[in-house]
């Protein structure tokens, strides 16, 4: 090997981790457009897309490869590839055509700071392992607001105006309710970097399931660890948090109940009427990406990231234990599906929520953000500084 | 007189919107895992599940004439479908039958008999009016073509589709 690439080496796992957490969330972003049609349809008693295959008969195959629809998401692309790019003549071209790309690039770029798994063959699965994740994160998510707020100024059309100017101003009124409902967090784990507020749960119990760490004995003497007082009443406020979290997160995703800047009814499209092919599908993946990002959140910040309890009966105790990728590299990898499995879990959550609420009406999306959400997470974060001063580590 | 709706009292749980949540989350959940297992469904799958065994008796799909049984075409062109047709699909080009033909009583067929399935409005007054009982509204409801000339039925087409039809009244006939 040439002596001038050995400085450079660290950068291949780096770039691998990135093209597969790319390519990754991009194939989630694929198919939770299919499953949310899938979804759709099963709530309300319909079927939903079962026809695009392979069409291997293209191929010279005698038969095409129909396997229910898996392959939609292929078709939409190809559709949004092949169909004509129109910028209307009244809009302002260069923020016009910034907008998608502002929409789709922060919702990306968030998940770079989100642990993904424990370690592999000696790696941190995480593309940035940086202190100030946590940060990171909240700064970059409420870039994306930018590219609607432009989609809908620069479109020059009241439909996307009203649209742009709603959505801004509920992401700005969430993003305040969100980030105060984890100051508790950060309060109890005292860290900012995702990655160890991770192995913090890991150690020490999920935030929403304090008891995942749980170890009971019966021999040769009761013990019971892992649950302890604190542990219990510190769950009051983690509850809360999660509440009002999960809920910012879906004003902050603009998903039904909150998706008043593309209320379909009122504003025909919101704040991309204006656009179609590849543009649209631009805001379309960056939806859904930052909802894949939301949920990834969710996950690592209270329901324990790649954490998976191990129940293991051995010398007379029942203990839930943690295995970490140093233990094994199937470990590593279990742990990294165990993180896709409750981000899934989660986006299909998000899409029974959108198919059961009502969309709010303005004022109440206002007063929920303002008068409730942001007075309780205060009131929490009073709750939690209180009982960590009677209840110190 | 302007009426006010009462609006109802929400008790503190309700104002959470939390346990209209979970309820609605309920029915949804419910929906959603009968659909998982086939249950509930109501769709038909068109190109492999047909209507053709639902038809209503009194089920109107395409119109077309007929032949009885004794090799006859019933339409003796007197065109009174094509004064009654209410989109005017239906263009008649009347034919003398020559003397000495079995038929010659008849006087007349068609020489060319045209619908055109574009216009076409699946009404059936043509067969309501047709003096002679010869042209009738099928059961088919599959009209297809790649161009506007395939989705003009002619009169060869218009037979094919009809077929033999017995038991038909004979005006010269004692009996029925």
């Not at chain 1, 092919?277 to 805001?283: R, T, V």
Request: charged residues 20%; contains cysteine.
């Amino acid at each position: 090997m040439p002596d001038f690439i050995q400085p450079w080496l660290f950068l291949l796992p780096i770039i691998i981790k990135v093209v597969v957490v790319f390519a990754v969330v991009m194939g989630l972003v694929a198919y939770a457009s299919l499953a949310e049609r899938k979804v759709s349809a099963f709530i309300q008693d319909r079927v939903g897309p079962n026809r695009v295959g392979l069409p291997l008969t293209l191929l010279g195959f005698k038969k095409d490869l129909a396997i229910g629809g898996l392959f939609q998401p292929l078709a939409d692309g190809l559709k949004f590839l092949l169909k004509e790019d129109l910028t209307p003549g009244h809009v302002k071209p260069f923020y016009y055509w910034l907008a998608p790309a502002l929409t789709v690039v922060p919702a990306l770029l968030t998940i770079a700071a989100v642990p993904f798994g424990s370690t592999l063959f000696g790696y941190k699965m995480v593309v940035a392992d940086i202190n100030v994740g946590f940060l990171f994160v909240f700064a970059i998510a409420s870039v994306g607001v930018y590219g609607i707020v432009m989609a809908g100024w620069s479109s020059n059309s009241k439909y996307s105006f009203l649209g742009g100017v709603r959505s801004s101003a509920q992401m700005i009124s969430y993003e305040l309710s969100m980030g105060l409902s984890l100051v508790p967090l950060l309060l109890v784990m005292g860290e900012l970097n995702l990655g160890k507020i991770v192995e913090y749960q890991a150690w020490h119990g999920w935030t929403l399931l304090p008891f995942t760490d749980l170890r009971i004995q019966w021999s040769p003497h009761w013990e019971i660890s892992g649950l302890n007082w604190r542990e219990i009443l510190l769950w009051i406020p983690m509850l809360i948090s999660f509440v009002i979290f999960t809920t910012a997160v879906f004003a902050e995703t603009n998903r039904a109940p909150f998706d008043l800047p593309e209320s379909e009814t009122e504003l025909v499209g919101g704040y991309h009427t204006e656009y179609s092919s590849m543009k649209f599908a631009c805001f379309f993946m960056g939806e859904y990406a930052a909802m894949i990002t939301g949920c990834a959140l969710i996950t690592t910040l209270f329901l324990g990231g790649w954490h998976l309890p191990i129940p293991i009966i051995h010398d007379g105790a029942f203990s839930l234990q943690t295995r970490t990728g140093d233990h094994g590299t199937l470990w590593g990898i279990l742990n990294i599906l165990t993180f896709l499995g409750k981000v899934i879990f989660l986006v299909i959550f998000f899409m029974f929520v959108r198919w059961t609420l009502p969309r709010f009406r303005y004022d109440q999306l206002m007063r929920l953000g303002w008068v409730w959400f942001f007075e309780i997470a205060l009131a929490n974060i009073v709750l939690v500084a209180v009982l960590l001063a009677f209840f110190p580590k | 007189m302007a009426i006010t709706v009462p609006r109802p009292d929400l008790s503190a749980a309700e104002k959470t919107y939390l346990p209209a949540l979970w309820e609605g989350l309920k029915v949804t959940a419910r929906h959603f895992k009968n659909n998982l297992f086939g249950k509930g469904k109501v769709t038909m799958e068109y190109p492999e599940e047909r209507w053709d065994s639902h038809l209503p008796e009194y089920y109107r799909g395409v119109p077309a004439l007929v032949t009885d049984e004794h090799g006859k075409d019933r339409c003796v062109s007197c065109q009174l479908c094509e004064f009654i047709c209410p989109p005017r699909a239906i263009t008649i080009t009347p034919g003398e039958i020559p003397p000495g033909d079995t038929f010659a009583k008849t006087e007349k067929r068609p020489q060319e008999f045209k619908i055109d399935m574009i216009r076409c409005i699946y009404c059936g007054m043509c067969e309501e009016v047709c003096p002679e009982q010869a042209i009738f509204l099928q059961k088919d409801y599959l009209v297809v073509g790649t161009r506007r000339e395939d989705m003009v039925h002619d009169k060869q087409k218009l037979y094919e589709i009809g077929g033999l039809k017995t038991g038909l009244v004979n005006k010269w006939d004692e009996k029925k």
